[in-house]
């Protein structure tokens, strides 16, 4: 079995967590597009999960440590892959924006809400680099209080 990114948080090399995960298609001239999974530790994932880390700056992490990274372009030869933060299944995010029944919303903020297939949580999708990445879980917004 070859060593992989996906056992080992790549911020800082401990232990990683099953979820949340990055997950990258690599597409390498020549090559065939292979799947790289990233992992995370529990406290660089609970960042994550937060929208306190980078989705970006995992992937350009794992570059420097490969010796890949473009920093010009670091998302060249790249595709990310959007898996749910919370439990790490693959989110299907609707293509022509939001609809009534759909999974993906956008709120009157602007941002996009997509709803794990697998979990009941919700993830903020973000364009990076042109594809659709979860960047952090989505805390519905308080209720306000019912009058006493
Ligand atoms: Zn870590
Ligand atoms: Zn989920």
């Known amino acids: 079995m070859t060593p992989s990114p996906s056992t ?24 065939p597009a292979r799947e790289v999974t990233l992992g995370l530790c ?17 992937v350009e992490t794992w570059q420097t440590a490969e010796g890949r990274l473009n920093p010009a372009n670091p998302l060249h030869g790249l595709r990310l892959v959007a898996h749910c933060l919370a439990c790490d ?8 924006g939001a609809g ?24 903020v999708v973000e364009s990076i680099g042109g594809d659709p990445m979860a ?7 308080a209720r306000p209080r019912p009058p006493s």
């Open 42 to 58: 529990e406290t660089h994932g609970a960042r994550l999960r937060k929208g306190e880390l980078r989705t970006l700056l995992v």
């Open 135 to 141: 960047v952090q879980l989505w805390q519905r917004p």
């Open 89 to 96: 299944t693959p989110l299907e995010i609707a293509d022509g």
């Open 100 to 123: 009534p029944g759909k999974t993906t919303r956008t709120l009157p903020t602007g941002e996009l809400i997509v709803e794990c297939p697998g979990c009941p949580m919700h993830n």
């Open 8 to 31: 080992h948080c790549v911020l800082c090399g401990f232990e990683a967590v099953l979820a949340p995960r990055v997950h990258l298609r690599v597409l390498d001239p020549g090559a």
